[in-house]
């Protein structure tokens, strides 16, 4: 027993000091002077330790109130291209959401328009890319491969001094009416456009740009004739299962992703296909599962989620809901209140390392977003005031 007793003990010393660690933790950040702040903003958005010199620099804009000069002088590091931006964006590229991926088109676009403020809410829209300045690696851009920008991350170059802005039309070979911003990279096609009914580009723009997934979507009350013709409306011969689970995805998803309808990664010669007035004949796969569904005849899509229960996130009442190809579409997701929260939740829990826990974190987030929204949609923005809010914690 008194063995039992002392182990009790133990443990129970082990969770005061345990405690008492995490108090004088949060005391010191709490209490943090100016320099310790300038040194975890630098930290944090650049991953690596500043110089005596930067650190000083950063001191002294704290001191005299303007912590978010000394943010963008964290910002101004390399590493926060090469590595914070980098990593940031990386999971956004792959099914599996997964940070470990070699450098890509889709990468590369983030970066440069973080880097040149471009507004970010064209993220989806833009016919726009970034490359490697000329000669700084011996692989061209190509729509069939990757190792232009594999080459510039092998090689270690420069991407704050060494990017340089280009159409994506010209690289990919598709005009640029075509053309949608990262949804038209080569890394995303050949993630989400590759074999199945392009549902997925979707669905994954949706979760990586606007911070839902199809399941936080489901609406049951909207009109399912814009289902398509491969959706049961019996699976496994109980027509309930498409009336309280199925209908609430499609009747959102399908009527948006016919957008997507000329677009295609063909496998075997490693390109994204786009076959301007044709259907990509993906969309007909089983067809006969329902053959009274909706049938594709061209690139056009309606937003019916302007309407209802998801009418929360926000559509940009001057645009029309409605229209032909990816680019449209981007455009309607771009000005979405969801996708600018999105983006600040995203550089809040990258920043800050956690979720917004408590009502001034949500305050903050709220205002940054509507800064966001208001400035330009500046992303270099989101992560200075982010840092500013998350310095003294």
């Given amino acids: 027993m008194r ?68 943010a963008y002088t964290a910002m101004d590091n390399v590493s926060f291209y090469n590595v914070t931006l980098k990593n940031f964006a990386a999971p956004w ?109 979707f669905r994954f723009t949706l979760l990586n740009h606007m911070c839902n997934d199809m399941e936080q979507m489901l609406d049951v009350n909207l009109s399912p004739d814009w289902i398509r013709q491969d959706v049961s409306r019996s699976p496994g011969g109980d027509s309930r299962l498409f009336l309280n689970n199925c209908i609430g995805c499609h009747t959102g998803m399908d009527p948006m992703a016919g957008a997507f309808a000329y677009y295609n990664y063909n496998e075997d010669t490693e390109t994204m296909e786009y076959t301007a007035g044709t259907v990509q004949s993906k969309y007909f796969n089983n067809d006969l599962n329902f053959p009274q569904g909706f049938r594709t005849t061209d690139d056009s899509w309606e937003n019916r989620w302007r309407e209802g229960q998801n009418a929360y996130l926000g559509f940009d009442s001057s645009l029309p809901g409605s229209g032909n190809g990816a680019k449209t579409l981007g455009e309607e997701l771009g000005n979405s209140a969801a996708f600018a929260s999105c983006q600040v939740k995203k550089v809040f829990k990258n920043v800050c390392m956690r979720e917004p826990e408590n009502q001034a974190d949500r305050d903050a987030v709220a205002q940054i977003t509507n800064t966001f929204r208001t400035s330009g949609y500046r992303l270099k923005q989101v992560f200075a005031d982010t840092a500013v809010h998350c310095m003294g914690q």
Avoid: C, W
Wanted: no cysteine.
């Fill in 93 to 201: 590229t792959n099914r599996e959401e997964n940070v470990f991926v070699p450098l890509n088109d889709y990468i590369a676009m983030v970066i440069g328009m973080a880097r040149d403020d471009v507004p970010f809410n064209t993220l989806l829209s833009a016919d726009i890319a970034y490359v490697g300045r000329n000669g700084v690696v011996s692989a061209a851009p190509s729509p069939s491969n990757n190792d232009h920008f594999e080459q510039l991350e092998a090689n270690n170059i420069n991407l704050r001094d060494d990017l340089v802005q280009t159409q994506q039309s010209t690289i990919m070979g598709i005009p640029s009416n075509a053309t949608a911003g990262v949804m038209t990279s080569r890394a995303a096609a050949q993630a989400f456009f590759v074999a199945g009914t392009n549902r997925a580009m």
């Fill in 3 to 70: 063995k039992v007793t002392g182990m009790t003990t133990a443990r129970k010393l082990a969770n005061v000091f345990t405690l008492g660690a995490a108090l004088l933790a949060m005391a010191s950040a709490a209490h943090a002077g100016p320099r310790e702040q300038a040194k975890r903003i630098h930290d944090r958005i650049a991953g690596v330790p500043p110089t005596d010199a930067v650190l000083a620099s950063m001191e002294a804009d704290i001191v005299g109130g303007n912590p978010s000069a000394a």
